[in-house]
């Protein structure tokens, strides 16, 4: 299955999570645009923050929604690798293994 087959799948799973509780997904809604909103960081460089976390907690869902969202802010290949080192120094062994998925996505997407 493709990056693209594989983040419209969790699309779909969290579309029907957000039908199911409404109340919590307004809420983290909230919490998620206020979050990625261009302050001193740029939303691409928050996007890639959000990746490397996703990449250091093991959560592929996480890392096809982020990479997107990145890409759609202008973010670049090399920004994302370096954001990578990052997740892999704070995640050790399994965030490198996440870093190739991130890294693979981002090119496919």
Avoid: W
Wanted: aromatic share 6%.
């Amino acid at each position: 299955m493709s990056s693209k087959d594989n983040l419209n799948a969790a699309k779909t799973r969290l579309g029907a999570f957000a039908k199911a509780t409404p109340a919590l997904f307004e809420g983290f809604s909230k919490i998620s645009k206020t979050a990625t909103e261009q302050g001193s960081f740029s939303s691409a460089q928050k996007e890639l923050m959000a990746t490397a976390i996703a990449v250091s907690q093991g959560c592929e869902d996480c890392i096809l929604y982020h990479i997107e969202s990145a890409k759609r802010h202008g973010a670049h290949e090399t920004a994302l690798v370096e954001a990578l080192e990052v997740a892999v120094e704070m995640g050790g062994g399994p965030a490198v293994m996440y870093a190739g998925k991130a890294l693979d996505a981002f090119r496919d997407l």
